[in-house]
């Protein structure tokens, strides 16, 4: 028999389970992601002078030191949870197990025509000219790599992985014995935030003296 067939057959055994399965997903999420909320807040709360959003599924979860920029629109420069622009699954819980190829993890965003000094100005496609900046830069700033973040697009980003098993026998009670991942990307951040620093710095300077540049003379 064909593992086709053997897939099937399980799905018609438990097909209970499943007509029961969004309701249960979701609540499971709730507990979940909550846990993995409190840990990053009371990570950035030990780290002094930080602040954020720590709700991932009402809303989002995002976090930075106070002394990046900000506007009335919200955080220009920040480190938040996700799992990509192109992910296409049902379950954010699905991405966090490994159940699917997209990956969850941390992402570093900047606000690409903030950064770029070309807010209102989308023909000039801001996103691109900063996604070819960190392409450009990224062998000057090696701890970044060393410490688990890979640039995708326009972003950094850091995979979190939580191992199924794992976190099945901590639910509901012990969630957070299983999230070391994610204590072990939160440090990997910490060693690397003075290149976050940095890399923001240089493109500061970068862009700054494109401007200039650019600007036609008196």
């Known amino acids: ?9 399980l799905v018609i055994r438990n097909m209970a389970v499943l007509e ?10 709730k507990r979940i992601f909550g846990a993995i909320d409190r840990q990053i807040e009371a990570w950035a709360s030990i780290q002094g002078g930080w602040v954020g959003v720590y709700d991932f599924l009402a809303d989002k979860t995002s976090f930075k030191p106070a002394n990046w920029p900000e506007s009335d629109a919200g955080y220009l420069a920040l480190f938040g949870l996700g799992s990509g622009p192109d ?30 000094g070309l807010e209102g100005q989308k023909r000039a496609q801001p996103g691109k000219k900063w996604a070819s900046f960190l392409q450009n830069v990224i062998d000057d700033f090696p701890k970044l ?16 992985r939580l ?4 976190l099945a026998d901590a639910y509901p009670d012990t969630l957070a014995d299983a999230l070391e991942p994610v204590d072990e990307a939160l440090a990997h951040l910490a060693a690397a935030l003075p290149e976050f620093d940095r890399l923001i710095e240089a493109a500061q300077s970068h862009f700054g003296r494109q401007a200039i540049d650019a600007t036609p003379p008196g």
């Not at 941390?106 to 903030?114: E, G, L, R, T, Y």
């Not at 697009?153 to 850091?158: K, M």
């Open 145 to 160: 790599a060393a410490n688990g973040f890979r640039v995708e697009g326009e972003e950094f980003f850091h995979p979190i």
């Open 87 to 116: 992910a296409e699954f049902k379950h954010n819980l699905s991405s966090l197990v490994g159940a699917v190829t997209q990956e969850f993890g941390i992402f570093f965003v900047v606000d690409a025509p903030w950064i770029t």
């Open 163 to 166: 191992d199924p098993a794992i």
């Open 1 to 9: 028999m064909s593992d086709t067939h053997e897939v099937h057959q």
């Open 20 to 29: 029961q399965a969004p309701a249960i997903v979701e609540e499971a999420e």
